[in-house]
Nanobody, 125 residues
Framework: QVQLAESGGGLVQAGGSLRLSCAAS????????GGWFRQAPGKEREFVAA???????YYSDSVKGRFTISRDNAKNTVYLQMNSLQSEDTANYCC???????????????????WGQGTQVTVSS
């Protein structure tokens, strides 16, 4: 089984930056799709970004141009670099992993096999 551990969340002022990390266990990481989702209080979880095993990246319109997803297979880690943070970005951020070969589906909760516990990002206005 796969265990995911997020880190890097915290409090930042609007316009600032944070880098989230998601460290995964298991041997299947290099062929897996990694994703980031976020959920604010009272709102449904929404897709943020995804990266395939080949390195193709996908972003929601709300973060495109500000966030960058990347991966380091040697460290079994997916990263989310967040720049130009706004108050609307405040949420609990969770990483997810799809251990099957990339199917072209990446933006829904049901597209992933494993989930981390989450890390809180708070942006002050």
């Amino acid at each position: 089984q796969v265990q995911l551990a997020e880190s890097g969340g915290g409090l930042v002022q609007a316009g600032g930056s944070l880098r989230l990390s998601c460290a995964a266990s298991g041997r299947a990481f290099s062929r897996s799709t990694g994703g980031w989702f976020r959920q604010a209080p009272g709102k449904e979880r929404e897709f943020v970004a995804a990266i395939s095993a080949s390195g193709s990246t996908y972003y929601s319109d709300s973060v495109k141009g500000r966030f960058t997803i990347s991966r380091d297979n040697a460290k079994n880690t997916v990263y989310l670099q967040m720049n130009s943070l706004q108050s609307e970005d405040t949420a609990n951020y969770c990483c997810a992993l799809d251990t099957q070969w990339f199917s072209g589906r990446y933006s829904h909760r049901s597209d992933y096999d494993y989930w981390g516990q989450g890390t809180q990002v708070t942006v002050s206005s």
